[in-house]
C-alpha cells in the first residue's frame, strides 16, 4: 500500500507566499523594536477630525456618529469604526462636546457604549458621559436612515462621521448633513457608496484608508507596523503582477511558450 505524499507540490505557491509574508512581519515588527520613526501619508479625512469636533463645540452643537446599517460587530469595518470612536469620544470628552452615535444593531450599540464609557474615563471627564446618546434606532435599513436623518434635522449636530459599513441610506445621510452644512468626514469599504461620499462629503477615506485610521489616529507602532507590512506586500503583488504581464506580452509576441525554449 502507497504511503501519502507528505508534501503537496500543487500548493506550494501558497507555502512561498506565507514565508514571504511571515518574513515581512517579522521585519516589521523588528523595525518597531528599533524605535525608528514610521512614516505615514498624510490623510486629510483624519487630520480634520480634531477640527471638526472644535467646530461643534464652538457653535454648541452635537458630533453624530453612525457606523451604517450594512455591517455587525464582526465586520472589519465596523471594528475600525470602534477604533475611530475611540478618538472621537476622547476629543469631545476633552472639549464637553455631546457626541451622538445611534446605530441599528443592539449589540454595536452595547459594545459603542463601553468603547465611548472607556474614551471619557481615561481623559478624565466619566461624568460627562451620557449613555442615552448611544442608541438603537432599528433594524430596517430605511427605518434606520430615517430615525437617523430625524435626528440629524433636529439635532443639526456641527459636525457628522459616517464611518462602517454602508449600503443604499448612505446618499440619503450624506445628503441630509450635506443640507443643514455639517462638516462630514465618511468612509467605507464599499465601493459603491464611495462615490456618494466623495460627492457629498467634505472629507472621505477610501477603502483601507479606514483600517489604517487606528493607528494614524493613536500612532500606536504595533498597529503602524501592520500598515507597513501590507504596504509591502501590496507592493510586492504589484511587482509579481506587472512581471506575469511582461512575461506573457513576451511569450505572445514571440509565438511561441519561453518554457518551450528552455527544452533547447
Given at each position: 500500500m502507497a504511503l501519502?505524499?507528505?508534501?503537496?507540490?500543487?500548493?506550494?505557491?501558497?507555502?512561498?507566499?506565507?514565508?514571504?509574508?511571515?518574513?515581512?512581519?517579522?521585519y516589521t515588527t523588528y523595525y518597531r523594536r528599533k524605535d525608528r520613526e514610521f512614516r505615514v501619508r498624510t490623510i486629510s479625512g483624519l487630520s480634520a477630525v480634531e477640527d471638526a469636533i472644535g467646530r461643534a463645540t464652538e457653535m454648541a452643537?452635537?458630533?453624530?456618529?453612525?457606523?451604517g446599517w450594512g455591517?455587525?460587530?464582526?465586520?472589519?469595518?465596523?471594528?475600525?469604526?470602534?477604533?475611530?470612536?475611540?478618538?472621537?469620544?476622547?476629543?469631545?470628552?476633552?472639549?464637553?462636546?455631546?457626541l451622538v452615535y445611534p446605530t441599528h444593531d443592539p449589540v454595536i450599540m452595547a459594545v459603542a457604549q463601553e468603547v465611548v464609557k472607556e474614551s471619557y474615563t481615561r481623559v478624565g471627564f466619566p461624568d460627562r458621559y451620557r449613555s442615552d446618546d448611544i442608541s438603537y434606532v432599528s433594524s430596517s435599513q430605511f427605518g434606520y436612515a430615517a430615525a437617523v436623518d430625524g435626528l440629524i434635522s433636529r439635532l443639526k449636530p456641527?459636525?457628522?462621521?459616517?464611518?462602517?459599513?454602508?449600503?443604499?441610506?448612505?446618499?440619503?445621510?450624506?445628503?441630509t448633513g450635506n443640507s443643514i452644512n455639517a462638516i462630514q468626514i465618511a468612509g467605507t469599504d464599499s465601493t459603491i457608496q464611495l462615490s456618494f461620499f466623495i460627492v457629498a462629503c467634505d472629507y472621505t477615506l477610501i477603502g483601507e484608508e479606514v483600517f489604517a485610521?487606528?493607528?494614524?489616529?493613536?500612532?500606536?507602532r504595533s498597529i503602524l507596523a501592520s500598515v507597513k507590512a501590507q504596504d509591502i506586500m501590496k507592493v510586492l503583488i504589484a511587482l509579481f503582477v506587472l512581471a506575469a504581464v511582461v512575461w506573457s506580452t513576451v511569450e505572445t509576441l514571440a509565438g511561441q511558450s519561453l518554457s518551450e525554449w528552455w527544452v533547447f
Open positions: 501519502p505524499s507528505w508534501f503537496n507540490a500543487e500548493t506550494l505557491a501558497t507555502l512561498l507566499a506565507s514565508i514571504i509574508s511571515i518574513l515581512i512581519v517579522v452643537r452635537p458630533v453624530l456618529y453612525t457606523p455591517g455587525d460587530i464582526q465586520r472589519p469595518t465596523t471594528i475600525a469604526s470602534m477604533n475611530i470612536l475611540s478618538h472621537v469620544a476622547e476629543k469631545t470628552a476633552g472639549y464637553d462636546c455631546r456641527a459636525s457628522i462621521f459616517l464611518l462602517g459599513t454602508f449600503e443604499a441610506e448612505s446618499l440619503i445621510l450624506a445628503e485610521a487606528s493607528g494614524y489616529l493613536s500612532g500606536d
